[in-house]
């Protein structure tokens, strides 16, 4: 009970508080990578509701496909064109309205999809290497496994993706996967996991409940662009007086605390992000709880959800948070 209650206290300590911790209680486990909506999701356990993350099989890398541009000082519709690997034509289809000859600074673009390669079609992701790789064993042969990224970057990181392959003890490939970030953005200095579930069977060897298996992960950045400054999709936000309570099995934890708003604007969409991490800092859950209201910088918003373990005891909690328009 004593070494129960010093656990605690350094959990306690971890975040920035603000009056009385909660009381710590049994609470039923969350499923790992869930979205939490307060007013339409109620909590269940794993058994009772289905991972969001598809099942995919084979290496799959992404297609070409549409994303947006943040048109800079001294941009041009032919030169965003020709750096795209699109032609002019395309880029003002895909764009009705724009006026070649009137370009703002900030104007948001669609960059269309190309028949060419992913290169020509994307923006080239920046170097972002995966500071840890670790997967963890289900009870029914199933594997969540999460990489863990940060952004060293003086700029905002946006559309992370990032390629699993499950490899065995001789280096053969068992099965992969492509990961998406949870948020949109990573802001710099700031660390955030992807995270993928293998459903069974994986030819794992290691066969205890929540054991870390032998099987070895590999990650691959795939993508990751850095955010133009003046950006205007997203809002600044900052959390304080969050709150960490782990129930008495050491795998879920109670979060809170409060999003505020640092600028005038109104957020119609909030998200929170909760990392749960081991004693020994490897990522061993993660959840996204969505605001059921906006946020205004006259009216912060208070969140309030559970996170939960699917290998060792949480020892901490971190937090990230979005909004946008």
């Known amino acids: ?25 049994e609470l039923a486990p969350a499923v790992p990578y869930q979205t939490v909506i307060p007013s339409e999701s109620p909590i269940v356990t794993p058994s009772e509701s289905p991972t969001i993350i598809p099942s995919l099989t084979g290496i799959i890398l992404p297609t070409p496909t549409t994303f947006t541009y943040t048109v800079a000082q001294g941009d041009t519709l032919t030169g965003i064109a020709e ?17 070649p000859e009137v370009l703002p600074v900030g104007t948001t673009l669609i960059i269309p999809a190309t028949s060419g390669t992913l290169a020509e079609s994307t923006p080239t992701p920046a170097q972002l290497p995966a500071q840890q790789a670790r997967c963890w064993s289900e ?11 940060q952004n060293d970057y003086a700029e905002t990181l946006e559309n992370l993706s990032a390629q699993f392959t ?32 293998f459903p069974p069977p994986v030819q794992a060897n290691g066969s205890a409940p929540r054991a870390e298996t032998r099987t070895t992960p590999r990650v691959q950045v795939l993508t990751a662009t850095r955010l133009q400054a003046g950006d205007m999709r997203y809002l600044p936000v900052m959390l304080e007086n969050t709150l960490v309570s782990v129930d008495a099995s ?5 979060v809170s605390g409060l999003v505020i708003l640092t600028e005038a604007g109104t957020a119609n969409t909030l998200w929170v992000l ?16 969505e605001s059921p209201s906006a946020l205004t910088a006259d ?10 373990s699917v290998g060792p005891v949480i ?11």
């Open 139 to 149: 009870t029914d042969g199933g594997l969540w496994c999460f990489a863990l990224v």
């Open 83 to 99: 750096r795209f690997g699109v032609t002019l034509e395309a880029l003002l289809a895909a764009n009705p309205g724009i006026q």
């Open 1 to 25: 009970m004593h070494k129960f209650l010093a656990c605690l206290f350094l959990l306690s300590t971890l975040t920035a508080c603000a009056g009385n911790t909660k009381a710590v209680t």
């Open 299 to 308: 009216e912060p918003v208070s969140f309030d959800f559970l996170v939960s």
């Open 166 to 197: 499950l490899l065995d003890s001789n280096g053969q490939e068992l099965a992969s996967q492509v990961a998406f970030a949870l948020l949109n953005t990573l802001p710099p200095g700031q660390s955030m996991p992807l995270a993928v579930h």
């Open 315 to 325: 020892d901490r909690v971190e937090f990230l948070a979005e909004a946008r328009p």
């Open 274 to 289: 909760a990392t749960a991490y081991d004693a020994a800092g490897n990522v061993v859950g993660v959840r996204r709880w």
């Open 250 to 254: 050491g795998r879920t934890a109670q």
